[in-house]
């Protein structure tokens, strides 16, 4: 469960952490308080070294999780994913909250003590609930899974260093049949239970299956680690050798079970419009489960909705400005179709013109690179690279994606581009899109976060959706703030980011929450967004088996937008971005009311120095 840590809490138990006082501490004699300060610190020393320990009981599940901290465990084998496993797991969060309840006095903790306290007491109650919904969560889509992240995960985490290490690899490749033997297990047991996913996935599982059952992208990946391994040619050629073994023997055995698995669901599967989760047993509780989880709030979905069609509305008119700039005569709708069609706006599929999109990506991430100590005062020290989406896992995969950097400095963040179809990725939306993927968006706050010293570990490697894309949203406004997006064609591809996510929530409730038909859904996004109908199409299939979580974005991103124009105004000449920003990102991932909370410390602060 940590490799989805998704925190998420009720607000009032949470603030408690920030809001207790400590009246008595005050009150006492001198040499009391030092004494209660003293035992505060040793208590909240105690909880942190349990908090830590808590944390690897929870990586020594997952040597995937491992490999993709950087670390050298556990390097021959891949998690389990076995129903047996799912119960362990379940297991380990109930023993881990009952020992944090009665291993510590909360009371006895200082306020920064309490926050921890607080903060994993409601990551194991989250993980628990969602639990509770464990049948109706779907193990892998067609954007995610193990069927697609074997190669992937191979390439960007199972580094090759040793012999060992490349006979680890080995072994990994060895152990296809059984990791994906469980995964059609759990994808059964959905479609025996009544919670299958909706047809459309299922061709896109299996064409991913097949793509990759050659083996090519591994062999590749393998031969390019044995290249630059130190060792003697005659052990080269023979881990070559035991690859290829296990690419032709094992790996292709499995991959073509699991695909012929996936067909065979396809066939069983009810084809229907509706697909919110909302429709079926117990779906309007795990929806509001979801949005919680997501959104760190207790908003109602009828509340996330009305929010959506707010946030379009007023997007739309500041995007008839953009029309007037630009001289553009007609309606909203006509400019979208414009801007859908205008060939400048769009590269062709060519090898030369994928590339020549990827650097410009290349050239807004150095832009942005050079102005960053004007907005903020801690920067990240690991690298960001630019990369295209594997060919293999294009169509299945999203549009674009981060991974972050690994734990020792050893890998580099990631920023994913899906140049599968150029004409779902026009050129006046990339300079936002690079702004939310890497800096100053995800690959600022992630990179900044794994390097924090002092916090427990759960903070350091773990998240909340609506603070960690809020910002990456937010971080797609902040750089017009400074005059980035001189072209207003790219400043309207911002507007366009934005829009997409206001807009999303109000499909993502429309569908698992009122009843929306999946084309409901998508007349709703080509009516109200400039996007091409292949990216809009994309993007509900998403949504559909992947709900709630793309409710995160623009509720995170208008908390933060909020947070920082109270603190303007209330500091006047006092307001320092830099130090906004640092206060945001240096306490790690905070639900947003918390995160209010920490703001408005930082003002106090200040106002009083």
């Not at 610190?41 to 929870?58: C, F, N, T």
């Not at 080995?170 to 759990?186: C, G, K, Y």
């Not at 690419?247 to 919110?276: H, K, T």
Request: net charge negative; hydrophobic share 40%.
């Amino acid at each position: 469960m940590l490799k989805t840590l998704l925190l998420a809490a009720s607000a009032a138990a949470l603030l408690s952490a920030c809001e207790t006082g400590i009246t008595t501490e005050a009150a006492a004699a001198p040499d009391e308080t030092v004494r209660n300060a003293e035992a505060q610190a040793a208590e909240d020393a105690r909880l942190v070294a349990w908090l830590d320990e808590a944390w690897e009981e929870q990586v020594a599940q997952s040597p995937e999780y491992q490999s993709y901290l950087g670390r050298k465990t556990n390097m021959d084998r891949w998690d389990d994913r076995s129903f047996e496993a799912d119960d362990r797991s379940r297991a380990l969060l109930e023993r881990q909250l009952a020992e944090l309840r009665s291993e510590f006095d909360r009371e006895a903790l200082s306020l920064d003590g309490k926050l921890n306290y607080d903060l994993y007491e409601y990551t194991l109650e989250n993980d628990l609930r969602l639990d509770d919904f464990r049948i109706q969560r779907f193990p892998l889509s067609q954007f995610r899974g193990i069927h697609s992240n074997i190669p992937v995960f191979l390439a960007n985490f199972h580094a090759i260093s040793s012999v060992a290490e490349a006979e680890n690899y080995i072994a990994r490749i060895e152990a296809t049949p059984t990791v994906l033997e469980q995964a059609a297990a759990q994808m059964q047991a959905r479609v025996d239970a009544g919670y299958p996913l909706p047809e459309f996935s299922y061709p896109l599982i299996e064409e991913s299956s097949r793509n990759i059952l050659p083996g090519d992208a591994v062999r590749a990946d393998f031969q390019k680690k044995l290249d630059a391994l130190e060792a003697p040619a005659e052990v080269k050629t023979r881990l070559r050798d035991e690859l290829e073994a296990a690419l032709e023997g094992p790996f292709a055995r499995a991959y073509e079970a699991f695909a012929d698995e996936i067909a065979r669901m396809a066939e069983a599967d009810v084809v229907g419009g509706n697909y919110g989760v909302g429709i079926r047993e117990g779906g309007a509780a795990y929806y509001d489960a979801l949005l919680s989880n997501y959104t760190t709030t207790e908003m109602t979905a009828d509340e996330v909705h009305e929010l959506g069609l707010s946030e379009v509305s007023r997007i739309h008119d500041e995007m008839r400005g953009i029309m007037q700039e630009v001289g553009f005569e007609g309606t909203l709708e006509d400019f979208f179709d414009y801007m859908k069609t205008e060939e400048r706006f769009y590269y062709d599929n060519t090898a030369e013109d994928r590339e020549a999109y990827l650097q410009d990506a290349r050239d807004y991430v150095e832009g942005m690179r050079a102005r960053l100590e004007e907005l903020f005062i801690t920067l990240p020290e690991a690298p960001v690279e630019v990369r295209r989406v594997e060919p293999f896992r294009e169509r299945a995969a999203g549009k674009a994606f981060y991974n972050q950097p690994a734990e020792d400095g050893s890998r580099p963040g990631i920023f994913y581009a899906n140049l599968a179809e150029m004409g779902d990725m026009p050129t006046y939306q990339l300079e936002a899109l690079v702004y939310h993927e890497a800096i100053p968006g995800h690959h600022m706050q992630r990179a900044i976060q794994i390097e924090m010293e002092g916090l427990p570990k759960f903070r350091q490697f773990g998240g909340y959706t609506a603070f960690t894309e809020g910002w990456g949203l937010y971080s797609e406004l902040l750089p017009k703030e400074i005059g980035f997006y001189e072209d207003p064609y790219s400043d309207f591809g911002r507007l366009a980011m934005e829009l997409w996510r206001a807009a999303r929530l109000v499909v993502d409730t429309g569908l698992h929450a009122k009843g929306w038909e999946m084309q409901e859904a998508i007349d709703y996004l080509q009516e109200n967004t400039p996007n091409p109908e292949g990216d809009t199409v994309k993007a509900i299939e998403r949504y559909i088996v992947y709900p709630g979580q793309a409710t995160a974005y623009k509720i995170g991103m208008l908390k933060l937008v909020e947070l920082r124009e109270d603190a303007r105004e209330r500091l006047g000449d006092r307001f320092d971005i830099a130090a906004f920003h640092d206060t945001v990102l240096t306490g790690g991932p905070l639900p947003l009311s918390v995160l209010e909370k920490r703001v408005d410390a930082w003002i106090e602060d200040t106002l009083s120095a």
